[in-house]
């Protein structure tokens, strides 16, 4: 829990960002949770009921405070969301909680933002089409799930093919990667999908999962790119959607390691890369 905070304060340090472009967003009613989320297993975590089995799913044990949280996370990817639309770009210090499925929580995941955000803004009017294109080094198996049957939300995911979750669910697009890959290969990969995708969608809004869990030193990931792979990553996918022309919401997905300085700086880097290409684009 402490990484959100410490991003933030690393961003304003660096003088990646100053204090105006930062944003506090609030907690989402429930029935925007409910446009996603079963109901009863909304309250059954809010109120703090859920089973023994379903938290030992989740892999998170519960608190009032994962819960704030939790659902202040969610409030800030619909209002990076919204704010893409009027500026082009915008990053969260948080989300990405793309093992969520509508009636349970899993790995590290309860409330589904991606799929709320994209919920929300739809039910508001704001955007039609949407496409979640999800570079976390898991696949969106949530995300893939809720968004099955929808036409109007396409869903793609490039991930290590050999790690969690064992059972992958269909995205409208899969890409599986090899064990231990690296930055050339993956960027290889990357730009033979990325413009035809925004071609073929032409997506009202582009909800961009930016996982730092690629990264040859996470404990969860077992691909191999480096600071420099994850950065040209990030820019590359901000430097499409801006040329092209559609808005981007960013959300900082998984990450894990062992020295928290060094973490914070992985998820920074989608924010230094957020910062070149809005100001090269003049967003």
């Known amino acids: 829990m402490p990484k959100f905070r410490l991003l933030c304060d690393r961003l304003l340090r660096d003088g990646v960002i100053t204090s105006d472009q930062i944003y506090q967003p609030g907690e989402p009613p429930q029935h925007w949770l409910e446009f996603v989320h079963h109901p009863a297993y909304v309250n059954a975590y809010r109120q703090g009921t859920l089973d023994a089995q379903a938290q030992r799913r989740i ?41 969520a499925f509508p009636d349970h929580g899993s790995g590290f995941c309860i409330f589904n933002d991606l799929a709320i955000a994209a919920r929300v803004l739809q039910q508001q009017g704001h955007v039609n089409r949407v496409l979640i294109l999800d570079l976390d080094v898991h696949q969106g198996d949530g995300t893939a799930w809720i968004f099955r049957d929808d036409p109007n939300v396409f ?56 996982g730092a869990d690629p990264h040859r030193d996470d404990l969860l990931g077992k691909l191999a790119l480096t600071n420099t792979g ?26 894990y390691g062992k020295s928290m300085p060094d973490l914070i700086f992985r998820h920074s880097l989608l924010h230094r890369a957020a910062a070149e290409v809005y100001q090269t684009h003049r967003l």
């Not at 093919?161 to 890409?175: E, G, I």
């Not at 994850?230 to 990450?255: S, T």
Request: proline share 5%; net charge negative.
């Open 59 to 99: 892999g998170l044990p519960w608190s009032t405070a994962l819960v704030k949280r939790t659902c202040t996370a969610v409030g800030g990817t619909i209002l990076t969301a919204k704010l893409a639309l009027e500026h082009g770009l915008a990053c969260n210090t948080a989300g990405g909680t793309h093992h």
């Open 155 to 210: 869903t793609f995911s490039m991930h290590c093919h050999d790690n969690f979750p064992a059972r992958k669910q269909a995205s409208d697009l899969d890409v599986p990667l090899a064990l231990g890959m690296e930055d050339d290969a993956y960027l290889n990969c990357l730009a033979q999908y990325v413009p035809d995708l925004l071609a073929q969608v032409r997506p009202d809004l582009v909800l961009y999962d930016a």
């Open 230 to 255: 994850i950065y040209e990553r990030d820019r590359y996918v901000l430097h499409c959607c801006a040329q092209a022309g559609y808005p981007v919401a960013c959300v900082i997905g998984g990450g």
